[in-house]
């Protein structure tokens, strides 16, 4: 049976439209305003924690369905690969219970997707750059682990006041100092382009 040309446009137009709608919901989550008690952290969004709970209910019921309902495109295979796709958004989850780091003038205490803790002193950055792909700032140090901050994260114009103050001179190039700038003055990175 031949499909209208039309068809795949409209399911092409309403992906772009949900997608947009879902990021714009995102970006917005993260730039409420937050309690007194909240300043110098920095947490994800509850919109985090959503949609990694609904890709990860929507992909495994769909393994689920396609085996209580099974036909003849049901394998092991497409079974695993709908499985796969529920296990790529535990790391949302998790990061949203994990990730939650503190700034203040001396430093970061931070932490991790793997449950462990941290702290960096501010004198210890060597290079703090901010990677536009990935939506995170980079944070290198002389002697232990690289700290990655999420873009996603609430409280980012606090993080970037106190990174743009108390930063060693040179560890922050250029292009980073801008979108570091724009973040402090409330204008975080986009999460979408």
Same mark, same amino acid.
């Given at each position: 049976?031949?499909?209208?040309?039309?068809?795949?446009?409209?399911?092409?137009?309403?992906?772009?439209?949900?997608?947009?709608?879902?990021?714009?919901?995102?970006?917005?989550?993260?730039?409420?305003?937050?309690?007194?008690?909240?300043?110098?952290?920095?947490?994800?969004?509850?919109?985090?924690?959503?949609?990694?709970?609904?890709?990860?209910?929507?992909?495994?019921?769909?393994?689920?369905?396609?085996?209580?309902?099974?036909?003849?495109?049901?394998?092991?295979?497409?079974?695993?690969? $709908?499985?796969?796709?529920? =296990?790529?958004? !535990? &790391?949302?989850? *998790?990061?949203?219970?994990?990730? +939650?780091?503190?700034?203040? /003038?001396?430093?970061?205490?931070?932490?991790?997707?793997?449950?462990?803790?941290?702290?960096?002193?501010?004198?210890?950055?060597?290079?703090?750059?901010?990677?536009?792909?990935?939506?995170?700032?980079?944070?290198?140090?002389?002697?232990?682990?690289?700290?990655?901050?999420?873009?996603?994260?609430?409280?980012?114009?606090? $993080?970037?006041?106190?990174? =743009?103050?108390? !930063? &060693?001179?040179? *560890?922050?190039?250029?292009?980073? +100092?801008?979108?570091?700038? /724009?973040?402090?003055?409330?204008?975080?990175?986009?999460?979408?382009?």
């Amino acid at each position: 049976m031949n499909r209208a040309w039309w068809v795949p446009a409209v399911q092409w137009l309403l992906w772009g439209v949900l997608m947009s709608l879902a990021m714009g919901w995102m970006a917005r989550s993260r730039a409420r305003p937050r309690p007194a008690a909240s300043e110098g952290r920095l947490a994800h969004p509850r919109s985090t924690l959503v949609v990694g709970l609904v890709g990860f209910a929507l992909f495994a019921g769909i393994a689920i369905a396609s085996n209580v309902w099974s036909n003849e495109t049901t394998t092991i295979w497409t079974t695993l690969i $709908f499985v796969g796709f529920a =296990l790529l958004a !535990a &790391p949302m989850i *998790a990061d949203y219970y994990l990730a +939650r780091h503190e700034v203040s /003038e001396s430093g970061m205490e931070y932490g991790r997707l793997t449950g462990r803790r941290g702290s960096l002193r501010w004198s210890e950055l060597t290079r703090v750059r901010y990677a536009p792909q990935m939506k995170w700032f980079t944070l290198d140090r002389s002697s232990g682990p690289r700290v990655r901050v999420s873009a996603m994260l609430t409280g980012l114009p606090e $993080f970037a006041r106190q990174l =743009l103050a108390h !930063a &060693p001179a040179g *560890a922050i190039d250029q292009p980073t +100092r801008a979108v570091l700038e /724009e973040t402090a003055a409330g204008r975080p990175p986009s999460i979408w382009q």
